[in-house]
């Protein structure tokens, strides 16, 4: 069983009038990608919708742009799954738009996690963005929109799993 790490990357701002013409969060997007990368994943995939959003992301990361007519999070994400699936992942652990910055250990918790196809991460605050999911569930994630619609509308599918390090 191989398992990625994704970090879905937030639309850049435009540039010009306040904006830099990266991603709103490029700092935690960065920091979360490393932090993946030291948890030991066989593969770690940023998804962009904006190739602007590239600047600053670390070397060795797969980037993949989602190419959708109105990207979204879970156009972004079905763009990760299908990679995943044909680079041969079983799993795959998600940072969703807007994610919680997680340390290596969250990630890594969160790749070892056991029970049902989708376990959703949650700090002290509630949910922290960041999601395993198995591969038997890919299918069934929305093909617009939000992704946590999946797990919200069959929660039999999923279980919490804290995490003690999410930010």
């Known amino acids: 069983m191989t398992q990625a ?5 937030p639309p850049a701002r435009p540039a010009g009038r306040g ?21 030991g994943f066989a593969d770690v995939i940023g998804v962009l919708t904006d190739e602007r959003a590239a600047a600053g992301m670390p070397e060795g ?10 990207p979204d999070e879970a156009s972004s994400l079905r763009a990760a799954l299908d990679y995943c ?12 738009q807007g994610a919680a910055l997680l340390d290596s250990a969250g990630w890594a918790a969160l790749a070892a996690a056991g029970g049902p196809p989708v376990r959703v991460g949650v700090g002290a605050r509630g949910p922290v963005g960041a ?4 591969a038997s569930v890919w299918a069934l994630l929305p093909l617009e929109g939000r992704a946590d619609v999946l797990w919200r509308a069959r929660p039999e599918l999923a279980a919490e799993l804290a995490l003690d390090r999410a930010r």
């Open 5 to 9: 790490a994704v970090v879905l990357i």
């Open 19 to 39: 904006g830099t013409g990266r991603s709103a969060g490029a700092g935690a997007t960065a920091a979360n990608l490393r932090a993946a990368a030291a948890a």
């Open 85 to 96: 699936a044909r680079a041969g992942h079983d799993v795959a652990v998600v940072a969703l």
């Open 61 to 70: 990361v797969t980037l993949l742009l989602d190419e959708a007519d109105v």
């Open 131 to 134: 999601v395993r999911l198995d």
